[in-house]
């Protein structure tokens, strides 16, 4: 049935584009005394003299043997062109899909659990306003605030005390209004929390972090520990022991093998071998590793702990690599073509910058951040308000009364049985909006200039070139397709009461 729908897509959108196109608008305009020659020559190299549905025939039945056809405008074949622009997509909108996942679904669940408090008033007001703002708009302001202004920042980064204090006062509160409890607990809360915040401030300040951004052991340490309980608490509970020993081994298992990495990655860059595949090997080497420290911890909940080797593994590993590309800043802000201005407001590279690999790495980086942060904050208020309201349903259903009345503890039924089912409508959300950004987020690449699927899109369309625009419809449908299919088996992987009959 996909397939049929793909062909009857496929052959509707080329009808279409074929009546939106005139590859001989440029001729017909022409001064040129030679016009009328060049229009018989181009009529006969596009073959523009068949019918629409014989040149649809020819067109397909290149494509389903993988030749998408040759831009006549260019005479780039349009696979390569292809091929750039899928990288650039991705390059695009992979950081942005994740983080506004899980950041949203987190936001919109403690949102949920905390109904009609201060916190939960606020979530939902910038949810809204988020959710309501033109990407546009936001890109000029990131552009104005996030770029021009932390780059003068950057010039001579100082905070005052007041304005420390003024952030600290805002994190403190933003943090005793998502915990529960009493007063008390709450005050606690945040005091704790506004010294931390200020506590943090001032370590940049005084380390003169701003220009040499570092992590080292010493935060790994503090930053390890701080992960290790909090994955603990929210995959198993801080009372598996098992589980917290796991952690805490894949802490002290990154820390002792902190030097040997650096040593690697020194040693590769050097023979010029360093690169993603490399890091992605190590990413998944992590993870396998944190999940054979859980398994040898054993007992008979050694799954648990295993997946919470994982995870601490992964965050861990992000951590150190995050470390190794900050240690390239000091030489990359002095690039001349940087000229202490990282953050990036237009195009995929800096023209003409040439570094190793972390300082490529930063350069991508830097243009990449401001339309990540575009993207992510509308994406983000759409996840927290759909969670939020699936998880109010959840929280009133009767296994939920049932599961507390058990004597299950509150984080078991949350995590276990509520924030599973809170999934379940979010299948339909996630999938979609995915293979939707993968398609090009054609404002956001304008605004930004960068290049991508939907800058390839409006480039051929403007230039009436049908073959990349065809390529470009028919991946989309592809990929819609198959986010359907995968929305189902989300379902029948998050809902045990959802099978399909064979």
């Known amino acids: 049935m996909g397939l049929l729908i793909l062909l009857l897509s496929s052959f509707l959108s080329y009808i279409m584009i074929d009546l939106a196109v005139d590859p001989l608008e440029d001729l017909y305009t022409s001064t040129d005394p030679d016009a009328p020659a060049q229009i018989e020559q181009r009529i006969e190299m596009l073959n523009l003299d068949a019918t629409v549905f014989e ?75 988020l959710y309501s703002l033109p990407v546009f708009w936001v890109a000029v302001l990131l552009k104005q605030w996030g770029a021009i202004g932390f780059n003068d920042f950057l010039s001579d980064p100082h905070l005052s005390p007041t304005t420390i204090g003024i952030v600290a006062v805002i994190g403190g509160a933003l943090i005793s209004m998502a915990m529960a409890g009493s007063r008390i607990t709450r005050l606690i809360s945040f005091v704790g929390g506004a010294a931390a915040v200020a506590g943090m401030l001032f370590y940049l300040q005084g380390s003169g972090w701003w220009n040499d951004p570092h992590i080292g052991p010493a935060l790994l340490i503090l930053n390890g520990l701080g992960v290790a309980f909090a994955i603990t608490l929210l995959s198993t509970g801080l009372e598996n022991r098992r589980a917290l020993f796991t952690s805490l081994s894949v802490v002290a298992l990154t820390l002792a093998l902190y030097l040997p990495v650096q040593w690697l990655f020194d040693v590769t860059d050097a023979a010029e071998i360093t690169g993603a595949p490399l890091i992605a090997g190590l990413g998944l080497v992590c993870v396998a590793v944190g999940a054979l420290v859980g398994r040898f911890w054993g007992g ?79 994406s983000f208020a759409s996840y927290t308000r759909y969670s939020r309201g699936s998880m109010l349903e959840v929280l009133n259903q009767d296994y939920m009364r049932t599961a507390r009345a058990k ?72 990929l819609a397709i198959l986010a359907n299919m995968v929305a189902d088996l989300m379902y029948a992987a998050l809902d045990p009461r959802i099978r399909v009959n064979a």
């Not at 949203?104 to 979530?123: H, K, N």
């Not at 909940?301 to 601490?312: C, E, F, P």
């Not at 959300?429 to 290049?451: Q, S």
């Open 55 to 129: 040149r649809y025939a020819t067109w397909f039945g290149a494509f389903v043997t993988g030749d998408p056809g040759v831009s006549w405008e260019t005479g780039q074949p349009v696979a390569d062109e292809l091929r750039g622009a899928v990288i650039g997509t991705l390059h695009l909108v992979t950081a942005a899909t994740f983080l506004s996942i899980i950041l949203g679904v987190s936001v919109g669940i403690v949102s949920a659990l905390r109904q009609y408090t201060s916190f939960d008033y606020i979530v939902v007001f910038f949810s809204f306003v």
């Open 300 to 378: 008979p909940d050694w799954k648990q702990s295993a997946r919470t080797g994982g995870i601490v593994a992964a965050i861990m590993g992000a951590m150190v690599f995050l470390d190794r590309i900050m240690q390239a800043w000091p030489s990359y802000n002095a690039n001349p073509r940087i000229s202490g201005r990282p953050i990036r407001t237009f195009q995929e590279r800096t023209p003409g910058f040439q570094g190793d690999f972390w300082e490529s790495t930063l350069n991508l980086y830097g243009h990449l951040i401001l339309p990540t942060l575009a993207l992510m904050l509308i």
């Open 407 to 478: 004597g299950l503890a509150e984080r078991t039924v949350i995590m276990r049985h509520g924030f599973r089912n809170t999934l379940i409508p979010l299948a339909t959300l996630v999938p979609v909006d995915v293979i939707g950004l993968l398609g090009g987020a054609l404002i956001t690449e304008r605004i930004f200039a960068r290049p991508g699927m939907g800058t390839m899109f409006l480039a051929n369309l403007e230039a009436n070139v049908i073959e990349p625009v065809m390529a470009y419809l028919v991946i989309v449908a592809a």
